[in-house]
Structures are given as C-alpha cells and as structure tokens.
C-alpha cells in the first residue's frame, strides 16, 4: 500500500501529463497502470478494469499478446535500432512491402515516422513539395499551389503543421499566431448540417448534394492554389466522432481529380480495422494520393507510423543529386527495427485470425446495443463507425443544447464508469467507446454496461 501511494506521489511531482489539467490531476486520486491481460488493464492496487479506449486507440488485438511478445523477443537478440539514413534493416524492409500488400490499390511508397503527427507533417510537406517539383507542365504554375483545404473539426495531430491542418478551436485557437493559413470548410458531418442549418442528420441524397455543391465551389475558386484536401475519411475523431454521409470520400477523390488537388487521408485513428476494414478509404474504394497512418500499425505495441504514396508523386522527388529534389525529412528512429517487427506480426494477426472477418459481429452487435443508450434522456446522438463510438450527452435533446464546459459531464460520467470496471477516456461530452478489435461479445455487454450506468446516474441529478 505505501509503495503504491509513493508511486502516486512521485507521479504527481514529476509528471506533467498530456491533454490534462495538471492542478485537478494533483488534486485528484489517480490510477498507475501496472499491468495487462488481453483486453484488461490491471493497476498498482490490483484492481482490474476494460480498456475500453484501446490505450488511446492503438491496441488492435489485445495486451501481452504471445506472438508479438516473441516476435520482440526474437528481434531483442538481433538489433533494437539502426537508421534509415544512408543504411537500411530487414524489419522495416519487409514491413514496407506489406503495407503495400494491404493498402488501398495504387498506394506503392513507404516513408515511416514514429507517430500521428509526424505522419501528418510528412504528408504536408511531400505535397506541397511535390508541386514545386512537378516540372513538366509549362502551362500552369504549380508553384503557385500551396494551400490546404482543410475541414472545421478536423483533428491531424499535434505538432505546429498538424496543428494548421486542425480546426478544433479547444485545442488550437491559443496558437494560431503560430501557424500557417489553410482555406478552411465546416466539416461533412451529417449532424447538425453546417450548411442547411439543420439539427437533422444529413444523410438523403439531396442534402449531400447541397453540400457537395458547396464543397466544390470552394474548391473551384481555390484549385489553383490548393496544394491538397487533407481529411479524416468516413468520421473526425478527435472533434468526437463526427461521421461522414455516405460517399462523401468518393465525392472528394472525385473533386481532386477533377481540379488536379492531391488527396491526403489522415487513417492515424481509421486503419488496422477500426471501421470494419482495414481502411476507412475502402469503403468507398478510394485511394488517396498519400495516407497518414499510425495508431493501430504495431497493434498498440511501439511507436510507429507511416506516410503512404504513389509513384506519381514519389517520382516527382527523384533527379540528379544537385537538382535537391530530395525530401529533407527523417526521425531518428524512422523505421525502428523492433517497432518494425510488431507491426509485421500485428498485420500476421489480422490475416491467421481473420480479424476483418470476426469484427463483423461484434460491429452489429454493437449498433444493436447501443439503441438501449436513447432511453437516457441525455444522450442526444449515438454515432458509430465500426469499433468507433461516440455517445454525445447534452442537458436537452430535443434543442441539443449542451451541458455547461465547467459541469465536465463526460468526464464525470467516465469516472463513474471506473467503478463498474471499465477504462474510457471521453472527447468534451462525447463519451468514446474504442475497445480493442480483439473483444469478446461478452466483454462488449460488460463495456456497454459501465457508460450506460454512469450516465444514468451521473445526469440524474442534472
Ligand atoms: C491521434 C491522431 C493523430 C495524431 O497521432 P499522434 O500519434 O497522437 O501524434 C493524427 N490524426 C488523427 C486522425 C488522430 O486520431
């Protein structure tokens, strides 16, 4: 007991924890993580609880799963780190081809880093750079093109250029002296439809046709300048799971074709299965010029992460030494070995256990279960991609008006879940549910349970 209590002491003297209010951490009883079992999470005083956030969305097939252990282990005995600068290692090789392998068709260049953000930066600066290159044209300047179309909402990471691609005021406001300009749209929610002012979701045909009108004004005006679409396909995650009407993906390959825009999908929180495929661009068979992607690709294990491309823009970096075409960009653990190594045996995983396959169920399960959450009076939209949830609590359903910033509803309700076994981590008043692809049907009904008693009880005084 006194060690545990000197642990939480320690913490909380030299700690500064990310995304959190530092005097309420201190101030508060904290939980110290010690160790894992499949999906569950067990703490210093042996108290044990369902990680029903994926340890922040990367878990894929559970904790200590055996063959990515040994896989590690294996690796341990043979190198932990060399660099991709100027040498090469046999992991990150083979990684590389098979993310090919899996990647939506086209996608064909590997260029890693070791998180989201980085990811994000890569790709922003691979376009941009990409068109200052692209000689051939003589008629029209792509010079000139070095904008972003961006969505409100949007969520790309954490770095100063993810930060500019980003549009959650929360976040981002207090830095914007710091950042660069991008041409900015209401995001394709079909919730609260930015563009017809509605409460209702914006999924029949001709109101997507509305905003797709819109969508394609704006890139009309700006094509000329605009670099790339940066976008979170099918649902924004950060912003609290705003999800997308259907074919809205498609409508954006489509625009950026059409007015010659490269296509940039942020998969950081959408890939290694989280939607029901491995790509949320699959879904509606699009490929995207470059892809971000990182949260799931070691299975929760290592930080890693990876920029894809296609040959079209990889080849517009290639040329004699002198002409500098080079991408002057590199982490220093770019392509870690051990990292390296866990995403293959993740990406094994997937295919020895079909786990596109037996997430189906789980998926409709699920939706199923999530229905019972509209008989809180509170809850005022349930919105879910996959093994993405987002449960949005507002004071009043029917106005959507929210509870106040200072009550922290979700965080209250996700506190209260603690008590009933299971680890969530909400977005404002959006209570997250992101279990790892490896849960049962059973511990589903046992995460469902602990939100929907929480909120029960934690609004009823409201
Ligand atoms: C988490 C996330 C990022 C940032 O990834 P980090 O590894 O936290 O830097 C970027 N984009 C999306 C969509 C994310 O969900």
Redesign the pocket.
Known sequence: MKHHQSIKDKDKKYLWHPFTQMKDWMENDIIVVEKSKGNYLYDTEGKKYLDGISSL?CNVHGHRVKAIDRAIEKQLSKITHSTLLGLSNIPAIELAESLIKIAPKGLSRVFYSD??????EIALKMAFQYWRQLSSRKTDDTRKKTKFLTFVNG????TIG?VSLGGIELFHSIYKPLLFSTIRMPGPYCYRCPFHKSRDRCQNGSVMEGCISHIEKVIQKHHQKLSGVVI?PLIQ??SGMLTQPPGFVKTIRHLCDKYDILMIA?E???GFGRTGLMFACEHEAVTPDIM?I??GITAGYLPL?ATLTTEKVFNAFLGKYEEKKTFFHGHTYSGNPLACVSALENLKIFRKEKTIQTIQPKIEFLKEKLKRFYDLKNVGDIRQVGLMVGIELVKDRETKEPFPYSARMGHRVILKAREYGVILRPLGDVVVLMPPLSITLGELKFLMNAPYNAIREVTSGF
Not at 115 to 120: D, I, P, Q, W
Not at 155 to 158: K, L
Request: hydrophobic share 40%.
């Open positions: 969305w998180n989201g953000s980085t990811a994000m969520y790309h990471g954490d993810s979170e995650g950060a942020d950081v929180a959408t971000a990182a949260k992460a």
